[in-house]
């Protein structure tokens, strides 16, 4: 069974700090993950995608990627209370062209 | 900046009833798809659609699901006959290529009673 395992949080932080947010897969061959973002009751966002080891950067987001230890991370610099929400980590499955598997997401709370 | 919509926002149904969900995608994006999220749990794939015809699904799009592209713009869900495990907000999705899924509509939220 293919997983893809966050923390539930919530993740609190204060305003101005670095969020770091996690998930690990258990899939070897996964080659293409995801981050998006959902607010309660609304559709998931996507933020930015990694397909490399190493680190991808989007504004205040990076994304890292760590292939070898199934890890891949989502930083957000300057946190803000608007980025208060659920992050969703979603993997690319390996066997699969068009599916992703979600992450159960960890709730980010920004302490103004 | 183009959304992905959907209606109903909301659908409320009898059990064995038969609904359908539907989308306008992204008008120049060639992938569709349609995932679900029952309350408190995971974002679900359910299928992907290409060139007018499913590329993958899932175990949970079963014979009771279907999907199709009536026209240049709809693409559409329909459960034919409804369970009370059907209940669940139902996502539609589309992507030009590169990232599965790039962009999701608001939901349409099935209660089935």
């Known amino acids: 069974q293919k997983e893809v395992e966050q923390n539930s949080g919530p993740l609190s932080v204060p305003e101005g700090a670095i969020a770091s947010l996690n998930c690990t897969y258990s899939?070897?061959?996964?080659?293409?993950f995801f981050w998006y973002r959902q607010y309660s009751g609304k559709s998931p966002e996507l933020i930015m995608f990694?397909?490399?080891?190493g680190d991808k950067e989007d504004g205040r987001f990076t994304a890292q990627l760590n292939k070898a230890s199934q890890y891949v991370s989502l930083l957000i610099r300057d946190s803000q209370p608007s980025d208060s929400a659920t992050y969703l980590c979603?993997?690319?499955?390996?066997?699969?062209?068009?599916?992703?598997?979600f992450g159960s997401g960890t709730r980010l709370l920004v302490r103004p | 900046e183009p959304e992905v919509t959907q209606t109903p926002s909301h659908q409320v149904t009898q059990m064995g009833q038969e609904v359908i969900l539907r989308c306008v995608p992204i008008?120049?994006?060639?992938?569709f798809y349609w995932y679900r999220q029952i309350l408190g749990q995971k974002v679900e794939f359910l299928v992907s659609f290409y060139n007018n015809e499913i590329s993958e699904k899932s175990e949970i799009f079963d014979d009771q699901f279907s999907v199709e592209r009536p026209d240049g713009s709809n693409f559409t869900l329909k459960i034919r006959s409804t369970k009370l495990e059907d209940s669940a907000m139902y996502f539609c999705a589309s992507s030009d290529s590169g990232a599965p899924a790039r962009d999701f509509g608001p939901g349409t939220r099935l209660l089935v009673l």
């Open positions: 979603a993997v690319k499955g390996v066997d699969s062209s068009y599916k992703l598997i």
């Open positions: 008008s120049n994006h060639l992938y």
């Open positions: 899939d070897r061959g996964s080659q293409s």
């Open positions: 990694i397909y490399s080891n």
